[in-house]
């Protein structure tokens, strides 16, 4: 399950997904008073299991990414667990089939290397003092990673964003060939 938080809902329509980082020490585990969330083998931190969960919620206050949503009416906690039932028979989450722009995207760290050359991915994060590493990768830029190795996300709490401008480049449809199109090979 993913979900999606606008950006600025009184000004824009802009979304950004909401997926599980899959940590390696998932914070909302430990957390748990009934052991109802659990990592598998190939480190995918998977849904609370619902004989288990007591719906307390304390899973949703320690994640440090804010995923877990906890639905009071059905009494459980649910988040992405990376399409667990697809991945584990070799087919990539939905999420990353059918996200249109590749913001999304399933495979090994060597094949996303290859398709954004000017970005690094990162899988560390600082918050505080406290890093935590995760099996979900954030591109970032070649520069800004080889001087500091992890995105430290509580600097950039102060923040105030910056105004920028958008130009978008127009494609000719009528010229555009079947074969660049990169999303022709993609199976649902």
Do not use: W
Request: charged share 20%; with cysteine.
């Amino acid at each position: 399950m993913i979900h999606l938080e606008y950006v600025n809902r009184s000004e824009s329509v802009q979304t950004v997904p909401v997926v599980c980082m899959h940590c390696e020490q998932p914070t909302c585990a430990e957390v748990c008073p009934a052991d109802a969330i659990k990592r598998t083998a190939d480190g995918v931190v998977q849904s609370a299991r619902k004989p288990r969960c007591i719906a307390c919620g304390n899973c949703v206050v320690a994640c440090p990414f804010g995923v877990p949503e906890l639905y009071e009416d059905r009494k459980i906690m649910m988040k992405c667990d990376m399409c667990y039932d697809r991945t584990s028979v070799g087919k990539k989450p939905m999420c990353a089939t059918v996200c249109p722009s590749q913001a999304l995207f399933f495979g090994t760290r060597e094949q996303i290397e290859q398709l954004r050359p000017l970005s690094t991915p990162v899988n560390t994060f600082q918050f505080g003092h406290q890093t935590i590493t995760t099996q979900v990768y954030v591109m970032v830029p070649r520069k800004l990673a080889t001087a500091a190795p992890h995105v430290d996300v509580a600097a950039a709490m102060e923040e105030r964003p910056k105004s920028r401008a958008v130009s978008l480049k127009m494609v000719n449809t009528s010229t555009a060939l079947v074969e660049s199109d990169p999303f022709a090979e993609v199976e649902v």
